[in-house]
């Protein structure tokens, strides 16, 4: 019988589960009998195992090192959770030493780990890594035989000419037009056909366009050229668009069953996203107070829920219309602290300017088509009693093809109001940008399968200069274009302080106001 990845993953923590058992119900005043001790061996046996021993040694299987301590198993899971991909034979070696250590340790009687602990090693071991490259290969896949489809077989727009209007008569069928988007074309009716009317607009007739003349280099013919000869279009009679439309049918049907399995596999692909962000979310969450050494850790804790709305005293709405496609909207958030205020209010003035700078050129009220929009919002974040974060998400419109996204962030020590930046995380900036890029890439390459622009990832300032720190972690937040495509959004970052290779990089001054004493 065949054994899934998935059904070894839920035994190993079924095992574990039932190891880790006796420690945990012993405190509860149940007893665990145990097998006596064996016998010393016989005078018999000894000889018997020393003529085994002479005639050679036994194979031996080592045993997984015990996990000693909570501590030692916290950064055992953090190598694993956070700086191993998840799919590699050394996430799959890695997790199995660890659950035989666990349960070889409470096996053995040792002194129990803390019932966190021990939920998060059950955690990993039930995980099952999902196998993200497959999936992005039978997306490709799918996307790559829907364009060859549709190349293949084009579509065929029969009512392209509907709205067209009439701008010269060329000839006894033969007519030049000017299409509702704006290009002329040729338009050939069949002979004896009724007289089109200078300035009339179609309505109602079906035209087929001639394809272009495909260029022939051996010719000298020249791709510019042929591309931009003028358009073409003949009539048709309804019979022959109905004809039309009956051979494109089954490619639609195909082209629909395609687009099907590549949102199949898009979802399924944010799915093993959303559970991999999921376990490292749960274990750090158990990890990480172990691993910075927050003095906090195992009383009454800061309330990170609540910390931002101390922090942050009020909420300030700015707003103004001056047409009704040329407007501003901002909140702004208020702490209370002169300094922090003034650069937070800074950077919405600098966006009001830049409304107005635009209003001067184009004109403001109604009559002027160029829109002039910007949205302001933000989040506050917040890891100990003394540091704020906020983050603004911003959407400027100016009349292009989309809006465009940008974010802006402010991580201040509120000690004294000064405003942290990325030389203030590290000890050693070029060391830890180096990291990120790397860590960037990684999570690129889980949800964008490595289509990505490769300067937004390289190790620079300005690439992770927008963060937060939000609890125990690092948040970087990228804009469209920097990373990818607009259609793909903005991207997030997010690297847990614990990190096993960002830690050992966090500077004195950030620790500090983190209230953290790690060990490393």
């Known amino acids: 019988m065949r054994i899934s990845a998935c059904d070894n993953a839920k035994l ?23 097998v006596p001790e064996a016998a010393p061996p016989s005078v018999a046996a000894q000889a018997n195992a020393t003529a085994n021993a002479t005639a050679g040694p036994a194979a031996v299987q080592p045993a997984p090192q015990p996990a000693t301590d909570a501590l030692s198993v916290a950064r055992r899971l953090n190598v694993l959770v956070n700086d191993t991909e998840p799919a590699s034979p050394d996430f799959a070696r890695l997790r199995a030493e660890l659950v035989q250590s666990a349960s070889a ?17 059950s955690r990993v071991a039930g995980f099952n890594p999902p196998q993200m490259r497959e999936r992005w290969q039978r997306y490709q896949q799918a996307l790559d035989s829907a364009a060859a489809l549709y190349a293949e077989h084009p579509p065929v727009d029969t009512n392209a000419l509907n709205g067209a209007k009439v701008v010269r008569r060329l000839g006894p069928a033969l007519y030049l037009v000017r299409l509702p988007g704006g290009d002329t074309a040729f338009f050939s009716t069949p002979l004896g056909a009724r007289r089109l009317k200078i300035g009339m607009k179609l309505r109602g007739i079906l035209a087929v366009e001639k394809p272009r003349p495909k ?21 048709i009679t309804r019979e022959e668009a109905r004809k039309i439309t009956a051979e494109r049918a089954p490619v639609l049907a195909r082209l629909k069953e395609l687009e099907a399995e590549r949102a199949k596999f898009q979802r399924s692909i944010d799915d093993d996203l959303a559970s991999l962000d999921s376990l490292a979310r749960d274990v750090n ?40 496609v040329q407007y501003y909207r901002y909140t702004l958030p208020v702490t209370g602290k002169k300094q922090m205020d003034a650069a937070l209010r800074g950077y919405i003035d600098g966006r009001m300017k830049d409304v107005q700078d635009l209003l001067r050129t184009v004109g403001v009220g109604r009559g002027h088509a160029r829109a002039n929009v910007d949205l302001v919002a933000f989040k506050s974040f917040t890891a100990s009693e003394d540091l704020l974060s906020v983050r603004f998400e911003a959407s400027r419109d100016t009349g292009g093809a989309h809006p465009n996204q940008s974010f802006a962030s402010f991580v201040f020590d509120a000690r004294n109001q000064k405003l942290l930046g990325l030389a203030d995380l590290f000890q050693n900036l070029p060391a830890g940008l180096s990291l990120l890029s790397e860590l960037a890439t990684r999570r690129m390459e889980l949800v964008l399968d490595g289509h990505v622009f490769p300067e937004g990832l390289e190790p620079k300032v300005e690439n992770f200069s927008v963060f937060v720190i939000d609890g125990q972690s690092l948040v970087f937040s990228f804009p469209p274009y920097q990373m990818a495509s607009y259609a793909e959004g903005p991207q997030t970052l997010r690297v847990p302080l ?17 209230g953290a004493r790690p060990k490393l």
């Open 12 to 34: 190993a923590a079924l095992f574990l589960a039932l190891a880790l058992l006796p420690p945990a119900l012993s405190g509860c005043g149940l007893e665990f009998r145990t």
């Open 105 to 121: 340790q409470a096996s053995a009687g040792g002194q129990p780990l803390p019932g966190d602990l021990r939920l998060a090693i």
């Open 215 to 235: 260029p022939d280099k051996a010719a000298g013919d020249l791709v510019d050229e042929l591309n931009e000869s003028a358009r073409t279009f003949v009539a």
């Open 498 to 514: 614990a990190h096993p290779r960002l830690l050992p990089l966090l500077s004195p001054k950030l620790l500090e106001v983190l």
């Open 285 to 324: 969450a158990v990890i990480s107070p172990r691993l910075l050494g927050l003095s906090g850790y195992g009383g009454p804790g800061l309330d990170e829920s609540r910390a931002p709305a101390r922090l942050v005293r009020q909420v300030k709405r700015l707003s103004h219309t001056y047409s009704p």
